[in-house]
Nanobody, 126 residues
Framework: QVQLVESGGGLVQAGDSVRLSCAAS????????VGWFRQAPGKEREFVAAINWSTGRTYYADPLQGRVTISRDNTKDTLYLQMYSLKPEDTGVYYC???????????????????WGQGTQVTVSS
């Protein structure tokens, strides 16, 4: 079992930046691909970004490319999501998740993931 705990959300202004964290514990494994997803009110959950924990290879949702950066700190077993130039439409609950399959096809599909955090709320005011 792997436990994932997100933090760093809150109320921010449009144009601001925010960094989310996801702390992993339990049977952490460098073979994981760890990703960020988000769910806006009334919408389905969508892929944001993912990273291969071992190689550092990253994957991004095309619409968000350039506005988000995913990274990890192996020494702390922590995943990060840095978001820039926030917009009100970035509002939602942000989740981190983990799975074993590399490649953007699998990394961007929420059904591939089997470990999920509880989410952290990000609210962007205009």
């Amino acid at each position: 079992q792997v436990q994932l705990v997100e933090s760093g959300g809150g109320l921010v202004q449009a144009g601001d930046s925010v960094r989310l964290s996801c702390a992993a514990s339990g049977r952490t494994n460098s073979r994981y691909v760890v990703g960020w997803f988000r769910q806006a009110p009334g919408k389905e959950r969508e892929f944001v970004a993912a990273i291969n924990w071992s190689t550092g290879r990253t994957y991004y949702a095309d619409p968000l490319q350039g506005r988000v950066t995913i990274s990890r700190d192996n020494t702390k077993d922590t995943l990060y999501l840095q978001m820039y130039s926030l917009k009100p439409e970035d509002t939602g609950v942000y989740y981190c998740a983990a799975q074993y399959y590399d490649g953007k096809y699998y990394a961007s599909d929420e059904h591939t993931y089997f470990y999920w955090g509880q989410g952290t709320q990000v609210t962007v005011s205009s």
